[in-house]
């Protein structure tokens, strides 16, 4: 007499019994498998294999494909949710501070692993865009806008975003020298400012209109 199928989603007995331990060792292997390959070209068997289990394991802990996702760059956003604190100390040197605050999670090699992971696969896949949407703008910039005195606090956030963004896709993505290889410092020193600006500085005034004013009919 055979075995009954298992369902999807529920592991093997001995696969189960590893409990925290598989759900963590699950974690770094997709971590890993979506920093190395992107959303579209990693599966939940890849990181099932990666891991050790069974595939059927990761939808136990996890669900889809989508969820394990979210899961595994959450742990690489969790530094990046106390930014605000960076800027709350004050107007005065936010600049450089969030500047060398960004470069300092990138450098990180525990944190840059979940990081190239959204940003790589961001920029393919539409599931991926909705987790980096929900985790930058809900719960991240949010906050830096909460803290700043300023016109229009999201937009000067999701300014000030799109700088860091874009060295990040520069320095570790694509890695376009000489960026990729410069001194971390020297780029805090060249971007700080932007950076203040953006978060900062009042509103300008409109420029005026340069076209001159019909003259009046006769």
């Not at 390959?37 to 990761?58: F, M, W």
């Not at 799109?162 to 000489?178: C, D, T």
């Amino acid at each position: 007499m055979t075995d009954a199928p298992r369902r999807r989603g529920r592991p093997a007995r001995k696969a189960a019994e590893d409990g925290p331990v598989a759900r963590e060792r699950i974690l770094a292997a997709a971590r890993a498998e979506f920093a190395a390959a992107g959303y579209d070209r990693t599966s939940v068997r890849g990181i099932a294999k990666a891991a050790g289990v069974d595939p059927a394991l990761v939808h136990h802990y996890f669900g889809s494909k989508d969820d394990v996702f979210a899961a595994a760059i959450e742990v690489g956003f969790e530094p990046a949710l106390a930014v605000s604190a960076v800027v709350g100390a004050g107007p005065e040197g936010v600049g450089e501070r969030l500047a060398r605050f960004f470069l300092g999670l990138w450098e990180d090699p525990a944190a840059r692993g979940p990081l190239l992971a959204v940003i790589r696969s961001a920029m393919t896949n539409e599931a991926a865009a909705t987790v980096l949407r929900g985790f930058v703008l809900r719960r991240l910039l949010e906050r830096v806008a909460a803290e700043l005195d300023v016109p229009d606090p999201r937009f000067r956030a999701e300014l000030a975003a799109s700088h860091m963004v874009g060295i990040a896709m520069l320095r570790y993505v694509i890695q376009v020298e000489p960026l990729a290889s410069a001194d971390p410092e020297r780029i805090v020193t060249l971007v700080a400012p932007a950076l203040q600006r953006y978060l900062t500085d009042p509103d300008p005034e409109p420029a005026p209109d340069p076209t001159p004013e019909p003259d009046p009919a006769p």
